[in-house]
């Protein structure tokens, strides 16, 4: 028998519904396998269809095309190696999530998905039925198994594996990035592979799916947890990985190892990652952004110079009278140090003229938050107009805070098409701006230094509709309202969990009935990155209208 077996591990980013551009993705790593010296090429789960593809997996159109591109990749891979691909697969009235195994031209094997994942952004028991639990599978005269994803979070899938035969693990993945997720993986793997005693090799895709990121970060584990192969974290790589049959059984030879970063970077490069890909994959080559002199459209505006590149990137600062002098230097300070292009374009022509067509309607009114929304709204008018004229999609700039508790006008500054820091509460956007300042890696298509004014950062924040306007003068201070909201949406905790925590009951109980009310808005708001297992959209489902309210 073989005492060796190598394995190119082809770390890459699909695109939903690309069935071709996926499959030639496919043959150029098999190809890189060939030159290699491969035995066997693997691409992660559901590559050729692209992941998650949600319903549209369940489209009869979509999955007997997807099913034919496989066969028809195999067909084009019969002269080298064997090549491991995920996709859909039916048989009979079932639809599975499967991975094929192809050689000699092709499909010789299918190992369907037991374990679906039914929990934050999967619904897979909805769109897929589960296979049995199978045994291994040959390449030449090496015998490997293959849970798939959820297949190896837990024992029973990897357990039947050992006993049939299994002499090492591969594991296809569509596993995307939360804080800490990378962690958390490498726990799940080392328990199977101290349970089996088998050598383990996880392979993950990379790239940006609507809210979710894959991050790669592929590792291969020997006997005893030992990390003898570690791939780049959200980087496209074709690696191959050197298997070593000894005395004790199947090893993995020493090889690529790269360090990881710390989640400030994580969750820095998830953001532009996202971004960069929603665009590309989408057919956007440039953006826009409303240019408040605030620090989250500052930091919107870097995530995007570092995505696309600063020359793609127009920011358009549109002041009232209620604009101070220092948000208007601050906005082109922080344009110019990024090297975006800069729009002046004031609002208070068009605002007079919505006044005055309002005026016959409004007479004897006093005039509160309804005309403050309408310089919001205004200024979303124009954005938008840019965006139709320039071909540009509009970003906007709500942190997570304000998208909670809803302080942030429907129609207005909420118009767009994507938002990079949704998932990331107001007092890290402070944080990630202080770390950007610092930061600058070569993944990055921005400038270096000290591209957001340190003012910008200092000051107290404020929306700027009306005379000396402070966020506090509507909210808890941010480190408060953070607190409470990570809580009561990133926990699900309680009113009484917040007081038991320290914090004020009337607060806790004001940021609860905002975050109630504020659902209507969520479900009109534009996708952002997901950095959390609480990110708002498929993460957390709650019905729009919800008369209830914590009792205590």
Not at 22 to 43: F, H, P, S
Not at 321 to 330: F, G, K, M
Not at 522 to 537: D, E, I, M, V
Request: glycine residues 10%; aromatic residues 8%.
């Amino acid at each position: 028998m073989s005492d060796r077996f190598r394995l190119t591990l082809a770390q890459l980013n699909p695109t939903v519904g690309d069935l071709d551009g996926n499959a030639a993705k496919a043959q150029a790593a098999w190809q890189q396998g060939i030159e290699q010296g491969a035995d066997m090429v693997a691409l992660p789960e559901m590559f050729i269809a692209g992941y998650n593809a949600q319903d549209l997996v369940m489209k009869p159109a979509f999955y007997t095309a997807a099913m034919k591109a496989v066969d028809e990749l195999a067909a084009a891979c019969a002269d080298g190696p064997a090549l491991g691909i995920g996709g859909p697969y039916v048989e009979g009235t079932e639809l599975f999530n499967a991975y094929f195994i192809c050689r000699g031209g092709k499909v010789v094997t299918r190992v369907l998905k037991h374990h679906l994942p039914n929990e934050t952004v999967f619904d897979e028991v909805r769109i897929f039925d589960s296979g049995p639990i199978g045994g291994p599978y040959a390449v030449g005269n090496t015998r490997i198994g293959s849970p798939i994803c959820e297949d190896a979070w837990h024992e029973d899938v990897a357990e039947t594996l050992v006993e049939t035969g299994a002499e090492f693990l591969l594991v296809p993945n569509g596993s995307p990035y939360y804080r800490g997720k990378m962690e958390t993986r490498l726990n799940h793997m080392v328990g199977r592979v101290v349970e089996t005693g088998l050598p383990l090799i996880y392979l993950n895709m990379v790239g940006g799916q609507d809210d979710q990121v894959f991050d790669g970060a592929s590792f291969v584990l020997n006997p005893g947890g030992q990390i003898a192969v570690q791939l780049p974290a959200f980087d496209e790589c074709v690696v191959p990985v050197d298997m070593v049959r000894g005395a004790d059984g199947w090893r993995c030879e020493e090889g690529m190892f790269e360090k990881h970063p710390d989640d400030w970077e994580q969750d820095y490069r998830a953001m532009v990652e996202s971004l960069r890909d929603y665009l590309r994959k989408s057919g956007f080559s440039k953006v826009l952004l409303g240019m408040s002199g605030g620090v989250d459209s500052a930091l919107v505006a870097t995530i995007a110079a570092d995505a696309i590149g600063p020359q793609n990137v127009r920011c358009v600062m549109l002041p009232s009278e209620y604009t101070s002098q220092h948000s208007l230097e601050d906005a082109k300070a922080c344009a110019t140090a990024l090297g975006c292009h800069y729009d002046f374009l004031p609002i208070a022509q068009g605002r007079a003229a919505i006044t005055d067509t309002l005026a016959p309607l409004f007479e004897g009114r006093a005039a509160d938050v309804t005309e403050e929304n309408i310089q919001s709204r205004l200024r979303g008018l124009l954005l938008m107009a840019l965006s139709n004229k320039f071909g540009e999609m509009l970003l906007t700039t709500g942190n997570k805070s304000e998208v909670a508790v809803g302080y942030a006008t429907i129609y207005g500054d909420m118009a767009g098409g994507y938002n990079p820091i949704k998932d990331l509460y107001k007092t890290r956007v402070f944080e990630t701006c202080r770390w950007r300042n610092l930061h600058h890696r070569d993944w990055m298509m921005g400038n270096s230094g000290e591209v957001i004014p340190d003012r910008i950062i200092t000051k107290p924040p404020s929306a700027e509709l009306r005379d000396d306007q402070k966020d506090s003068d509507s909210l808890p201070d941010y480190p408060v309202l953070d607190a409470i909201l990570e809580i009561l949406v990133d926990r699900d905790g309680s009113i009484e969990d917040c007081v038991a925590a320290g914090y004020d009951r009337a607060d806790a109980k004001q940021v609860e009935r905002l975050l109630y009310l504020s659902e209507y808005k969520r479900f009109q708001s534009a996708p952002g990155t997901r950095l959390t297992k609480h990110a708002f959209w498929l993460d957390r489902r709650y019905p729009i209208v919800n008369r209830w309210r914590d009792p205590s």
